[in-house]
């Protein structure tokens, strides 16, 4: 396959900007409404960007990888046991931002192993990064 770095982080982007949404659309239905503003900001935020790398990909000629069945239900599931335990707004925000966190450290991981040429790939995952960290900071007003 052509690109192959490219299409690498793409795909990346992609599932990354996804399981943001996924995560989201499995606490949403606990968050109180000033939470639940946020979220669905951030879930917008993450929608922009899977669309975009979408485009991206499509254009280089291949399908985008979404989040598996399994890690799907993975999510759920456990978003369902911690929301049993504690539902409150601060136990939401922790969830965030823990997921987030792993999803940081992976995006730059990606960024540093990226060897492409092509820089609107590299910029749609700085962008992705600049979001998980924006959302970060403001998941920690939740606590």
């Known amino acids: 396959m052509e690109n192959l770095p490219e299409m690498e982080l793409l795909?990346?982007?992609?599932?990354?900007?996804?399981?943001?949404c996924e995560g989201i659309d499995a606490v949403e239905k606990h968050a109180e409404q000033k939470l639940l503003q946020e979220l669905r900001r951030e879930r917008n935020e993450y929608e922009s960007v899977?669309?975009?790398?979408?485009?991206?990909?499509?254009?280089?000629?291949?399908?985008?990888?979404?989040?598996?069945?399994?890690?799907?239900?993975?999510?759920?599931?456990?978003?369902?046991a911690e929301m049993m335990m504690d539902d409150s707004r601060s136990k939401i925000a922790e969830m965030m931002i823990q997921g987030t966190t792993m999803g940081i450290v992976k995006t730059i991981r990606h960024l540093k192993d990226y060897e492409g040429h092509d820089e609107n790939a590299r910029k749609l995952g700085e962008r992705?990064?600049?979001l998980q960290e924006e959302n970060v900071e403001k998941m920690k007003a939740y606590l």
């Open 11 to 20: 795909q990346y982007i992609y599932k990354t900007a996804d399981m943001g």
């Open 128 to 130: 992705l990064l600049e």
């Open 50 to 80: 899977r669309s975009d790398a979408d485009q991206m990909i499509r254009k280089a000629g291949d399908e985008p990888a979404g989040t598996g069945v399994m890690a799907r239900m993975s999510t759920d599931m456990m978003a369902a």
